[in-house]
């Protein structure tokens, strides 16, 4: 199960941003009064009565930005609140309802996810009175707070846990869900055919017209009697290239397919170069962390041209050094070839995604890897590493309990991040690692 996200969102000048430094503890998002601060999604993987969770601050809604943002702004709130299991409607207590608070109301009752309200800026017992005249923008919990007056941390959290979905690892191991493959990859590489051969028959347009699918299709189908699903997606040409809306929601259907998907199949046309696009596409795959297996469509051409796989993988791997655990297939959607193998590919990595370590093994580990290759000194100081624990599947993400974050640098991370991925079972998918410093007064045993 992945660590569940809860995203705080509302107009702007609401406290978004000091909320969520405040529940996280430390400074974590800008705080200024100016509007519209907050652009990009801000996110914090933190801890409360043994849950974990992350909290993610957004920009404001129904703001224009000066910097003619807006469209980019809307487009990081959207993400948020499609991939939040919690949403925390912030509102100022301190200003009363607005008509904007409304429209934010009314947003987010078409969402359809807990949602708790939460009447920020109540600074005393006066203003927290006041607290009934927003119940007609809530449908959920109704939490009055003061980041300044630090009032009520605690019942917000309380809530937020309450709200959160069950934390059932032993069922979440037993349960079998059906893979949803994303099929993407620039325009007219292949992607519709090699729906129409998982699924043996004509359910998506196939067609040598580039972009004839405009809109994301979903396909369900068996093998060896185990469904799937695949997500078929728009090609995506460059953003210069975008004469009409419909080619831009391409763009945006693929990065949605993206964000919903279980695997990631990235195709590729083994008779072109790597193109922006191709870049553009793999680096959203990056940052949502999501099992990818490379699939190299058109390999009966590429083979006319004396290629060889081996070749293609290098240059893969040189195109997207931080992917190079992502496993590469060769195809020929056209004929059938290697179909089953991409399944297989997916397969693998999706168990991948989805398993999990114990404690010890992993506290082990991380002993073996310190003497191996201690992290170097910085400030004058030694890091230490207390416990490490996986706290979610899909991604695995690992949290490491030490003195001091900042004194660990990036180089080491990624060697034990190498680690990882070489003696867990890990090896081709993306792997969340944090490191938290241990709470005061919390006795640890050292992992050195």
């Known amino acids: 199960m992945p660590v569940p996200r809860v995203a705080i969102v509302g107009r702007p000048n609401v406290g978004k941003s000091s909320l969520m430094n405040w529940l996280a503890g430390k400074l974590v998002s800008v705080v200024d009064p100016t509007a519209g601060v907050t652009r990009d999604r801000v996110a914090y993987l933190m801890q409360a009565d043994e849950r974990w969770f992350e909290l993610v601050d957004t920009g404001g809604m129904g703001i224009e930005d000066i910097d003619d943002l807006t469209a980019d702004i809307e487009r990081q709130i959207a993400i948020a609140i499609d991939e939040a299991d919690v949403l925390l409607f912030v509102v100022d207590g301190l200003s009363g309802p607005t008509p904007l608070d409304a429209e934010v109301a009314a947003r987010l009752r078409k969402i359809h996810k807990p949602t708790l309200l939460v009447v920020n800026k109540c600074d005393n017992p006066k203003l927290e009175a006041g607290v009934g005249e927003f119940m007609a923008l809530a449908e959920g919990p109704v939490v009055a707070t003061s980041v300044r007056g630090q009032r009520n941390r605690q019942g917000l959290l309380d809530a937020v846990l309450a709200a959160l979905p069950p934390d059932d690892q032993d069922a979440d191991a ?13 325009r007219n590489v292949g992607k519709s055919t090699f729906i129409n051969a998982l699924a043996q028959e004509e359910r998506v347009i196939v067609s040598e017209i580039p972009g004839t699918t405009r809109d994301s299709v979903d396909v369900r189908f068996e093998i060896d009697g185990r469904p799937f699903i695949a997500i078929d997606t728009p090609g995506v040409r460059k953003r210069k290239s975008m004469a009409t809306d419909i080619e831009f929601y391409g763009l945006v259907r693929a ?5 919903r998907a279980d695997v990631v199949l990235m195709f590729f046309d083994a008779t072109e170069t790597v193109s922006r696009v191709d870049k553009q596409l793999v680096e959203e ?23 060889t796989s081996e070749a293609w993988g290098k240059y893969l791997a040189r195109s997207f050094a931080s992917m190079r655990h992502v496993p590469v297939a060769m195809l020929t959607a056209k004929t059938g070839r290697n179909v089953r193998r991409v399944i297989d590919l997916a397969q693998a990595v999706f168990k991948q995604a989805r398993e999990r370590v114990s404690t010890g093994i992993l506290n082990r580990l991380v002993r073996a890897a310190i003497e ?20 979610a599947t899909e ?52 992992a050195e």
């Not at 037993?174 to 620039?186: D, F, H, S, Y």
């Not at 297996?293 to 590429?302: C, L, S």
């Not at 990624?414 to 003696?423: A, I, K, Q, S």
């Not at 993306?430 to 490191?435: A, C, M, Q």
């Open 255 to 259: 990065q949605k397919s993206i964000r």
């Open 372 to 391: 191996n290759n201690p992290p170097p000194h910085r400030k004058n100081r030694r890091p230490k590493i207390y416990f490490a624990t996986q706290v």
């Open 395 to 446: 991604p695995p993400t690992i949290v490491l309990k030490c003195n001091d974050p900042s004194l660990f640098d990036p180089s080491w991370k990624r060697y034990l991040l190498g680690v990882f991925r070489e003696e867990l079972p890990f090896h081709e998918v993306p792997i969340k690692l944090y490191l938290r410093p241990r709470p005061e007064g919390e006795i640890e045993e050292t």
């Open 174 to 186: 037993a349960a079998e869900p059906v893979m949803k493959l994303a099929i993407v990859g620039r």
């Open 285 to 307: 795959i990056q940052e949502r962390h999501k099992p990818c297996v490379f699939v190299v469509n058109k390999w009966d051409q590429a083979i006319e041209q004396d290629m």
